[in-house]
């Protein structure tokens, strides 16, 4: 169906149902409300703004010796954290090799002897993810948490540009703020010879960003197929009542059509099939004397 006839479509739902219009207006003045109150920003003026993490932040990374969590985002490739979460001890990969950039970012192999079930933290930046994540992983990592190297920036979806089917740990991505604070709780327990005891939590917002799909999208999506459903029955009932009934149109008066008996003024031509009427071919003749193909009329 053409665009323009969806919204004939539309409008004839709005007069033959006054509440339609008004219900439609109303939704779609509260998605609009929705989507301008999340673009707000945090009220003050002294603190630089938070990074916004919206309904996309998919999980969140517990430190179990003080319960401080962050949020983060898991990448594009590489497996799915397991439901129950992920338990290891985060280790900086400043505290393993020596620190230098190349290193803190995570794009070579470190020697971590001596280290198991641990989970690398390195930052953004000097190579691609899937570089790091693939250095982690022959390092020995169970996962990596990639940390932002720009302040104040929303949380991304590490995607990669390559085939990355080797990768077979799950990785995140948090935001600086949350990198220096996972860093620093790493970093408290450099004298223990591990890393601070972390717990990988996954997509937290599958449920809910599913309940704002039914909500938004698919809610609306039905009340209107509802609508077009009730809007299609009235009119098949109403061309019903205006059609003759079967007895009276059986009952109305044919003819045989003869091209030489045909008068002057004689219509040659079925208005409904616009084909000229053959010799021989039955006509219906209506109570208004016009005449047309009997199949026509009585179909």
């Not at 079967?246 to 031509?269: C, G, H, S």
Request: hydrophobic share 45%.
């Amino acid at each position: 169906m053409p665009l323009h006839g969806h919204f004939r479509g539309a409008f004839r739902f709005c007069r033959i149902f006054p509440f339609a219009s008004v219900f439609l207006r109303t939704l779609l003045c509260l998605q609009l409300l929705a989507v301008f109150a999340n673009s707000l920003p945090s009220p003050g003026f002294r603190n630089p703004p938070e990074p916004s993490y919206g309904i996309f932040a998919e999980g969140k990374i517990v430190v179990l010796r003080n319960n401080i969590s962050c949020q983060d985002r898991l990448a594009a490739f590489g497996p799915q954290l397991p439901e129950n979460g992920l338990l290891g001890f985060l280790v900086s990969t400043s505290n393993v090799a020596p620190l230098d950039d190349v290193n803190n970012s995570g794009c070579k192999v470190i020697n971590a002897t001596g280290l198991s079930n641990w989970i690398a933290l390195v930052q953004r930046g000097r190579c691609s993810f899937a570089q790091k994540i693939r250095a982690m992983q022959t390092s020995g990592a169970k996962a990596v948490v990639v940390g932002d190297n720009t302040p104040h920036s929303p949380l991304i979806t590490m995607f990669a540009g390559e085939n990355t089917t080797d990768i077979v740990i799950p990785s995140v991505f948090v935001a600086l703020a949350d990198y220096e604070l996972l860093q620093h709780e790493a970093e408290a327990l450099v004298g223990f010879g591990r890393g601070a005891e972390v717990l990988l939590l996954p997509n937290e917002m599958d449920v809910p960003l599913l309940e704002i799909l039914i909500v938004t999208v698919l809610s609306p999506a039905a009340v209107m197929l509802t609508l077009y459903l009730i809007w299609s029955y009235r009119n098949y009932l109403r061309r019903q009542q205006e059609l003759a009934p079967l007895a009276v149109v059986l009952n109305l008066p044919t003819k045989t059509f003869k091209a030489e008996e045909a008068k002057e003024n004689d219509p040659m031509q079925c208005a409904i099939c616009l084909e000229d009427f053959q010799d021989d071919e039955v006509l219906r003749i209506l109570l208004c004397k016009h005449e047309y193909h009997m199949a026509c009329v009585d179909r």
